[in-house]
């Protein structure tokens, strides 16, 4: 959580410092900002609805290294 607080400080005084100099943000629009978030919740909602029916989660696994001596 504490990465998600100290960017989003970081975000804020970015704006104050753009606002402050009159220099427009290259941020994108919020509706684009809006479409983000939906696509994050859309991610999220899938494993909670197979966790509530039942549904075993898909699970990628990572390739074993290969151990060369």
Same mark, same amino acid.
């Given at each position: 959580m504490? &990465?998600?607080?100290?960017? /989003?400080?970081?975000? /804020? ?6 606002? /402050? ?5 290259? @941020? ?20 909670? @609805?197979?966790?509530?029916?039942? @549904?075993? @989660? ?10 060369? &001596?």
């Open positions: 504490k &990465p998600y607080l100290l960017s /989003l400080g970081a975000g /804020l005084l970015v704006g104050i410092v753009y606002s /402050l100099l009159g220099v427009k943000s290259p @941020a994108p629009p919020v509706i684009a900002l809006v479409g983000l978030f939906g696509i994050l919740l859309g991610e999220q909602a899938v494993p909670v @609805a197979r966790h509530w029916i039942g @549904a075993p @989660a898909s699970t990628v696994a990572a390739p074993a290294p290969d151990h060369k &001596p």
